[in-house]
């Protein structure tokens, strides 16, 4: 997948495709039946906004976001998306009107055979530009515009926000059939403070700065080791919190990687969140941790075993 960050002086070769548009946060089941709308008319793309533009306006706002621009993109790669136009929602393009969005980026930008968007999908200054009108201005401009549907499961529409409400009430399972994937947290292995590693199980230390946090607590996980020579898939456990045994600390995700050996700071991990094992504890010392810690271990790869 080619990745732009741009829409001006793009090279030929990055014109001319059919893409689908809006800001995919979860990439979940109906962002992803707007991307089978641009297949077939094109190479295939999608066109998309970072910072997404929410977090752009509201700055103080709670955190919302189901994954980082890492984990879009590397979602994205595996729905075959050819080309990645992940516009930076900054400046200029914040404030551009709507026909203006249409006629400067889609047409002498991209250059876009072909737009497909939600039907909830809103463009432009004041967000007054809607599916019909791009529809509209698609026509005038020489490009065609696919409207998706909004999608149901069950009667209940799937959205991001029941996404995000089924992971707060620690159902990842739920959200794994609204995403149509397991829910990911991915980043980069940080330094922590080693307490895992002193009490025999070492932990893979990621933040989750920006993200809406799921429940908090223990977790069986799956985790892909991206990047490395421990490159791969593996099981395990983790710990999204803020560790109440050792004071007030800002949330992170804490994996224990099943039957694993080696260095992994300043790698990537994607820690996929299978079932939901347990609530935060504070435990009276460190013995009744460490065999909490072990029945952890024990269920969450009974869990694993039968994912």
Known sequence: MQKYTHWTGLPETARGASVAMGNFDGVHLGHQSVIDLARGKGPLGVVTFEPHPREFFA???????????????????????????????????????????????????????????????????????????????????????????????????????AIRKALAEGRPGDAAAMLGHLHRIEGEVIHGEKRGRALGYPTANMSVHGLHLPRLGVYAVKVDVLSGPQAGSYHGAASLGVRPMFGDNTPNLETFIFDFEGDLYGKHLSVALVGYLRPEMKFDGLDALMAQMAEDCTRARDILARA
């Open 59 to 161: 700055p103080d706002a709670p955190p919302f976001r189901l994954m980082n621009a890492e984990a879009r993109g590397h979602r994205l790669q595996k729905l075959d998306v050819e080309r990645l136009f992940e516009l930076p929602f900054l400046g200029e393009l914040s404030g551009m009107e709507a026909d203006v969005f249409v006629r400067d980026v889609l047409v002498a930008g991209l250059g876009v055979a072909h737009v497909a968007v939600g039907g909830d999908f809103r463009f432009g200054k004041g967000r007054k530009g809607d599916a019909q009108m791009l529809a509209d201005l698609g026509r005038a401009h020489g490009f065609d515009v696919t409207i998706a549907p909004l999608l149901h499961i069950d009667g209940l529409e799937v959205s991001s926000t």
